[in-house]
């Protein structure tokens, strides 16, 4: 498939017969359908972010207390994050942005604000139940996300040092946790 190709060896280094040799088809197809290697990349960046998406996006804790979900969408949000193929996919498109434009926009809107619309949702209906104090809903939803992601997400697709163990990321998510609900909560925690 392409979007392996591109995560193997960048952009550049994939040429389109390889695509053609692992995934079949025929160069016609190829330009017909995505206008050329380009477009056929683009088409790579929407499919992986919508594949590394799919976790967090299928999880649902509507019926769960609101800490345990946020503790669940928090470890499958960190899960998802650490998972080799989003940090090769973040490392390609960081890669690639500058060139192509578009690159970025896509795995913007296909990731980080997906990401932030499904905390934005289980903020706002918090919210309205009176489990959160009254705030912007997108805003605590980015602030939170950006709580959890920063520390672990730079160091990991940089390749600093080892990737977070279990018992890291557990600590920033319970650690993210506490900080919300203390900013966040309609009674101050303990």
């Known amino acids: 498939m392409a979007a392996d190709l591109f995560l193997e060896k960048g952009y550049e280094q994939t040429s389109v017969d390889e695509v053609i040799q692992r995934?079949?088809?025929?160069k016609t197809h190829i330009y017909r359908e995505f206008g050329g290697k380009e477009g056929l990349f683009l088409a790579a960046v929407k499919y992986l972010c919508a594949e590394v998406q799919q976790p967090l996006e299928t999880l649902d804790v509507s019926e769960m207390p609101f800490e345990a979900g946020l503790q669940q969408l928090s470890q499958a949000l960190v899960r998802m994050l650490l998972a080799e193929r989003h940090l090769a996919l973040q490392r390609l498109v960081f890669a690639e942005a500058s060139?192509?434009?578009?690159?970025?926009?896509?795995?913007?809107?296909?990731g980080p604000e997906v990401t932030h619309g499904i905390f934005s949702r289980f903020f706002a209906q918090a919210m309205e139940e009176g489990?959160?104090?009254?705030?912007?809903?997108?805003?605590?939803?980015?602030?939170?996300?950006?709580?959890?992601?920063?520390?672990?997400?730079?160091?990991?697709?940089?390749?600093?040092?080892?990737?977070?163990?279990?018992?890291?990321?557990?600590?920033?998510?319970?650690?993210?946790?506490?900080?919300?609900?203390?900013?966040?909560?309609?009674?101050?925690?303990?």
């Not at 995934?23 to 025929?26: D, E, L, M, T, Y």
């Not at 939803?141 to 890291?168: E, F, M, Q, T």
């Not at 319970?174 to 009674?187: M, P, Q, S, T």
């Open 99 to 110: 060139r192509f434009q578009k690159t970025g926009e896509i795995w913007f809107a296909g």
């Open 23 to 26: 995934a079949g088809g025929s």
């Open 131 to 190: 489990l959160l104090r009254r705030a912007d809903a997108d805003l605590t939803a980015r602030l939170y996300c950006d709580l959890l992601s920063g520390h672990i997400l730079d160091r990991a697709w940089l390749g600093i040092g080892h990737k977070p163990s279990p018992a890291v990321a557990k600590r920033t998510i319970d650690a993210a946790i506490d900080l919300f609900l203390r900013g966040y909560g309609v009674e101050a925690r303990g």
